[in-house]
């Protein structure tokens, strides 16, 4: 079992950053393949970026790439997301996912554990 909380969330304006944190419970944070999703009102949840277990391997949703960035830290049992470059349609609440396999799923359906999410938005 693994409990996820998510942090870092805000009111930014476009153009601003914010760093997104997800902290794990359990010593085996390390195991799982972390990911960031989002869903804005009325929508349905999308990928956003995932990372492999060490780190070494991310993959980013189009919308997202060369603004955003994944990282995590296996020794605090968190996963980070800093967004640069913000835009309004940006403006979701943001979820990490936690999934047992090495592959770097991007559907919902293929994660195990969920955080409660954090709101973003975005204002012009």
């Known amino acids: 079992q693994v409990q996820l909380v998510e942090s870092g969330g805000g009111l930014v304006q476009a153009g601003g950053s914010l760093r997104l944190s997800c902290a794990a419970s359990?010593?085996?944070?390390?195991?799982?393949?972390m990911a960031w999703f989002r869903q804005a009102p009325g929508k349905e949840r999308d990928f956003v970026a995932v990372?492999?277990?060490?780190?070494?391997?991310?993959h980013y949703a189009d919308s997202v790439k060369g603004r955003f960035a994944i990282s995590r830290d296996n020794a605090k049992n968190t996963v980070y997301l800093q967004m640069n470059s913000l835009k309004p349609e940006d403006t979701a609440v943001y979820y990490c996912?936690?999934?047992?396999?090495?592959?770097?799923?991007?559907?919902?359906?293929?994660?195990?554990?969920w955080g409660q999410g954090t709101q973003v938005t975005v204002s012009s």
């Open positions: 990372i492999s277990r060490s780190g070494l391997s991310t």
């Open positions: 996912g936690a999934d047992h396999t090495i592959v770097l799923h991007t559907t919902t359906y293929e994660y195990d554990y």
């Open positions: 359990g010593r085996t944070f390390r195991t799982y393949t």
